[in-house]
């Protein structure tokens, strides 16, 4: 099993481009979750899917991320305008049904 | 709303020597609860779960938790410490097994 596939692993970009990151999920996998990891902030929940449709963005922190799954295998998010304090790991997961989490490797963005 | 408290930022111990994690909840219904650990720029690794049935729980690495109601606790144990064992460890609830929300991580360090 491949596991949940997030691309890139790092990026670096300047501030006000847009910055897309991917993912992924297992095979077979019907929830798909964003997590992004500061240390200030810890682990958060951004959005979740379930069977592609949007559950809860209520973590989404402004209008500037936004996030999308065409189809049960891909999921992106993206930022636009970037910024500094978009700086962060970016976590993609899922799972099967309320069975166990997996996360991918994850995306670690930094905004200059 | 569920929540998870790690109290404690960091556990040292010695190698050989039993290690405890501490991680409180609060969740409204039945909890599912999670421990992941995190290597250096690592993404979160599964470790156990609880969602129903026996209150202690093995899961990898030889890794074990104790699930306790009344004290609404679900401490990660090990008998014998390893230096590899040193990581970050998120403890996590979920309701229903849908999304989860984790606790700010606690390090945990080994010396030999």
């Known amino acids: 099993d491949a596991g949940v596939i997030q691309s890139p692993r790092h990026e670096v970009t300047e501030m006000g481009q847009e910055v897309t990151l991917r993912c992924k999920p297992i095979?077979?996998?019907?929830?798909l979750f964003w997590y992004r990891q500061t240390m200030m902030r810890g682990l958060e929940l951004l959005i979740y899917?379930?069977?592609?449709?949007?559950?809860?963005d209520s973590g989404m922190p402004e209008d500037r991320f936004s996030a999308k799954m065409p189809n049960a295998s891909f999921s992106t998010l993206k930022i636009q305008p970037s910024e500094p304090r978009d700086s962060a790991v970016y976590f993609c997961?899922?799972?099967?049904?309320?069975?166990?989490?997996?996360f991918g490797e994850g995306s670690w963005l930094t905004v200059v | 709303a569920q929540s998870v408290a790690q109290p404690e930022d960091q556990v040292n111990v010695a190698e050989g020597n039993p290690l405890t994690v501490k991680c409180t909840y609060s969740?409204?219904?039945?909890?599912?609860l999670f421990w992941y650990v995190q290597y250096p720029n690592r993404g979160l690794q599964f470790l156990l779960k609880?969602?129903?049935?026996?209150?202690l729980v093995k899961g990898s690495y030889g890794f074990e938790a104790e699930f306790n109601k009344s004290q609404t606790s679900f401490h990660l144990k090990k008998p014998s410490a390893l230096v590899s064992d040193s990581a970050l460890y998120f403890c996590a609830v979920s309701e229903y097994g849908n999304k989860l929300v984790f606790g700010a991580g606690t390090i945990l360090r080994v010396k030999s």
């Open positions: 969740v409204s219904g039945n909890p599912y």
């Open positions: 899917f379930n069977n592609n449709v949007p559950i809860d």
């Open positions: 095979s077979g996998h019907n929830s």
């Open positions: 997961a899922s799972t099967l049904s309320g069975n166990t989490i997996y």
């Open positions: 609880y969602i129903t049935g026996d209150n």
